[in-house]
């Protein structure tokens, strides 16, 4: 009976052991193996063995990209305008040793090591330019981490700026500022307005001064070179004279006997002494 016991115990004890010694390691992952506390080897994808009781499954490592959210977080840039700002970095462990033995979490180090860089590179940007250099901060990210990255084992496949946006604070801000500036395009396009309206104006009254003046000059200059016609034409005869004064003198007459305002039109009784008279010459006797 006590044998029987024996073998049993023998027999559940290779059980265990060869459960033990037996790792079957699944693809897309590494297992670091730990010997009496200290790194003895990388287990590879598929089945290995390993002494029991002396090695141990220390770490399993995924070996495939791990997505790594990025906390939201609030950033202040160069001209204090305050943005919210948060991302996605793509990292894969191309080493597990330093993956492991390198830093305690490497998953948490890449996250704050993101926050704490995309902070510093929006913090360098003024408000404007943050909101669109996606590209330019996303490229200037994964520079600024792979350095740190690589010697944690770990490659940056690729770092995503999810949203760059204004804090609801300054969204208020920039809608006042949106609209006092549109209020003082307004203003400015109405002074311009006027402005121009004016300057057209006083054209407009220049242009028409000018042609007054033009159009003087040139009845000034016609009505000289008629009476200069006229002085050659009648020479020292007064008939002629007295015709065209008389005639300019009827038609005078008749202007003021269509107006609403005359009432009564007294005629020299002498018209032909009158029109002697205007040219001061008197009646021969």
Do not use: C
């Not at 730990?34 to 490592?61: F, M, N, Q, W």
């Not at 700026?161 to 204004?166: F, V």
């Amino acid at each position: 009976m006590g044998f029987e016991i024996v073998v049993i115990a023998l027999a559940i004890f290779a059980i265990i052991t060869v459960w033990k010694g037996v790792r079957i390691v699944a693809q897309g992952e590494e297992w670091v193996i730990e010997r009496l506390g200290k790194y003895h080897r990388t287990l590879p994808p598929g089945l290995s063995i390993i002494i029991p009781y002396l090695d141990k499954v220390a770490y399993k490592v995924v070996t495939k990209d791990i997505i790594l959210d990025v906390p939201e977080q609030e950033v202040i840039t160069k001209d204090n305008a305050v943005i919210i700002t948060n991302a996605i970095a793509f990292i894969k462990v191309t080493d597990p040793i330093k993956a492991v033995y390198g830093i305690v979490d490497f998953a948490e180090a890449i996250r704050n090591l993101v926050q704490t860089t995309l902070r510093s590179i929006t913090g360098e940007m003024e408000l404007d330019q943050a909101l669109s250099s996606r590209e330019k901060i996303k490229l200037r990210l994964k520079e600024s981490i792979s350095d740190e990255a690589i010697d944690w084992g770990l490659t940056i496949k690729s770092v995503e700026i999810q949203d760059i946006k204004p804090s609801d604070s300054m969204v208020k801000s920039m809608e006042l500022q949106a609209a006092a500036e549109r209020e003082r395009k307004a203003v400015v396009t109405k002074a311009e307005g006027a402005k121009q309206a004016m300057i057209l104006e006083a054209e407009g009254r220049l242009e028409s001064a000018k042609r007054d003046a033009v159009a003087q000059v040139t009845l000034a200059d016609a009505s000289s070179q008629a009476i200069q016609k006229v002085a050659q034409a009648v020479g020292d005869r007064d008939t002629p004279m007295l015709y065209l004064l008389g005639e300019k003198y009827i038609l005078a007459l008749d202007k003021l006997a269509e107006s609403g305002n005359s009432k009564l039109v007294i005629l020299p009784a002498d018209f032909q002494d009158a029109m002697r008279g205007l040219l001061g010459r008197g009646r021969t006797s």
